[in-house]
Every structure is written in structure tokens, then in C-alpha cells.
């Protein structure tokens, strides 16, 4: 997916920018930026795309995305008592103390850390909560103090044994910007109607390609095909209804988009290696397995 380059605002001669982002929600937005970036989710639900990878994400959703990594995260509605969605976002330079600093011994473990995120990672378990305590609390904190307790984030996360990768590591993103209107358009236009039937000749004809043409472009730019695309986010789809909801499958199989439950049932075993009453069944509360 060509994404656009985002020009970061000058952090007012700090050695690191940190945001808290409150909104009504996160919107799709396609972009890249030369610094590594540590973000937690305090108060949203939705998709998180990063590269040729789409997944779910959810209150205490930690991730760190190395940098010209091509990414995005769009929420769900806001319902009930949330009202708003909140993230933490920190940004650096590889170089932000120096052109040599992560070289120390002292610093071997954030340096492979860094090293690994050029594909994304995403920390869950004990380390997770622990780095997650001290990003809030950032913005309570300033001069050396502040520095060094992003300095104290940064040890906690690597060395956590709980810290998976994102995209796929064969994955090399396509960053020029020539045609990021385009991409953003199809995707923009797919992420609002996937629970519709969608012609491909029609997404196609939004950017003025043909379909062979559309299909290469699609599939070299974001990482998988226009069909695979779909298929992904329609089954996250499905996934948080089974969770969430006492739906009936075949309800559950219309609203995600797909047109008949033998092939809702195939696509979701071959996703999930169970089936939708399993998957339902696994997340029931008192499930142990």
C-alpha cells in the first residue's frame, strides 16, 4: 500500500515528541515517518494495519513500529460510556542521543529491539503493563527525569519474552508517494463497504486502472491480493461479532459480507483452524483453553 510520508512537528528542542491523542475517533490514514514510534491504545477498539498486516486491537494494545513503516489504526463507533478514544503516541531518531548510542553494551538488548521492529511489534504480558504505567505517567514528568524514564520503557520492552511480529518479515514496503491518493482512496473505499458485495472492476475504475493493472498494482503495494484484502477484514469482522454478540452464525456470515456460509465456514477454518462455533465457543467466559 503506497503510503504518504508524515511530517512529524518539531518537538521544541526535545530529543523526543510524545502525544496524547483524544478524539471521536481514529480515521484511516496511510502514512510512513522516519522515527520509530511506541504507541498504547488506553481507550479504543478497531483495526490496526501495519504493512501487509490487519488485526484487531483493543484497550492496552502496545505496539512499536520501526521507522518507514507504513501504518494506520481506524477505530469502531464509540459506544456507551466511550465517548472518546485515547492513545499514547511517542516518537524518536535512531540518533536522538547520538549517532552511537544504542551501541553500548549496556544498550545491546533496545539496540536488537529497534533492530526487530523494522517489521512491527506488538508486547502483551507482565512487561507490556509495566512500560504501559510508565507511558502514561510521561507527561507528569520533564527535563532528565522525562528522558530517562522513556530510556526505562524502552529496557522493559526489550527485554520482554512477549513481544510478536507484526507483518511479515518477507514484506518490503512500497513508500513512494506518486500514487498514495489513489491507494488511500481504494483502501478508504474498502474499509467502509467490505461488509457489502464489492466488484474489483469498480475499485479499479475509482483510480482509473484497468483490472489486470489494478490487481498487480494492489498486490505488489499492500502485500496481499484485492480478495485476500477483503477476506481479512471481514473475518476480523466476524471474529469480534462471535465475541460480542448472540448472533446467529448465518447472521454473523451475512453482516461480515460474505455471500453464503459454506464459504463463510471455509474462509474462517482456514483463517482460524476452527470453525465459527468453535472460535465462539473458545472465547466463552469460563473457557479454559
Not at 465475541?243 to 482460524?272: P, V
Request: include cysteine; glycine fraction near 6%.
Amino acid at each position: 500500500m503506497r503510503a504518504a510520508i508524515q511530517k512529524l512537528p518539531a518537538p521544541q528542542k526535545s530529543s523526543f515528541i510524545y502525544q496524547v491523542k483524544s478524539s471521536s475517533g481514529f480515521r484511516f490514514n496511510w502514512h510512513f515517518h522516519p522515527e520509530f514510534e511506541l504507541t498504547l491504545i488506553e481507550r479504543s477498539q478497531g483495526k490496526r494495519f501495519v504493512a501487509d498486516n490487519i488485526s484487531d486491537y483493543q484497550d492496552g494494545d502496545l505496539v512499536l513500529l520501526g521507522p518507514k513503516l507504513p501504518h494506520t489504526w481506524q477505530s469502531f463507533p464509540a459506544e456507551g460510556q466511550r465517548k472518546r478514544h485515547k492513545a499514547y503516541v511517542i516518537q524518536f531518531r535512531e540518533d536522538f542521543l547520538g549517532d552511537t548510542f544504542f551501541d553500548s553494551v549496556e544498550f545491546q538488548q533496545v539496540q536488537g529491539m529497534l533492530g526487530r521492529s523494522a517489521h512491527g511489534l506488538c508486547f502483551s504480558g507482565r512487561s507490556r503493563d509495566e512500560a504501559a504505567k510508565r507511558i502514561t505517567r510521561l507527561g507528569d514528568i520533564s527535563g532528565i527525569q522525562r528522558l530517562a524514564s522513556l530510556l526505562e520503557i524502552l529496557g522493559i520492552l526489550a527485554r520482554s519474552r512477549k513481544a510478536t511480529v507484526i507483518s511479515t518479515p518477507g514484506f518490503v514496503p512500497s513508500l513512494h508517494q506518486a500514487n498514495h491518493q489513489r491507494i488511500d482512496r481504494v483502501c478508504s473505499y474498502i474499509n467502509d463497504n467490505y461488509q457489502r458485495e464489492i466488484s474489483q472492476p469498480y475499485v479499479a475504475s475509482l483510480i482509473q486502472m484497468s483490472p489486470s493493472t489494478f490487481s498487480s498494482f494492489f498486490k505488489k503495494t499492500v502485500g496481499l491480493t484485492f480478495v485476500e484484502y477483503i477476506s481479512s477484514l471481514r473475518l476480523s469482522h466476524a471474529c469480534r461479532l462471535l465475541i460480542e454478540t448472540e448472533q446467529s452464525i448465518l447472521n454473523i456470515c451475512h453482516q461480515s459480507g460474505f455471500n453464503n456460509l459454506s464459504n463463510f465456514n471455509r474462509q474462517f477454518l482456514k483463517s482460524k483452524d476452527m470453525s465459527p462455533r468453535e472460535y465462539r465457543r473458545s472465547h466463552m467466559p469460563g473457557n479454559s483453553n
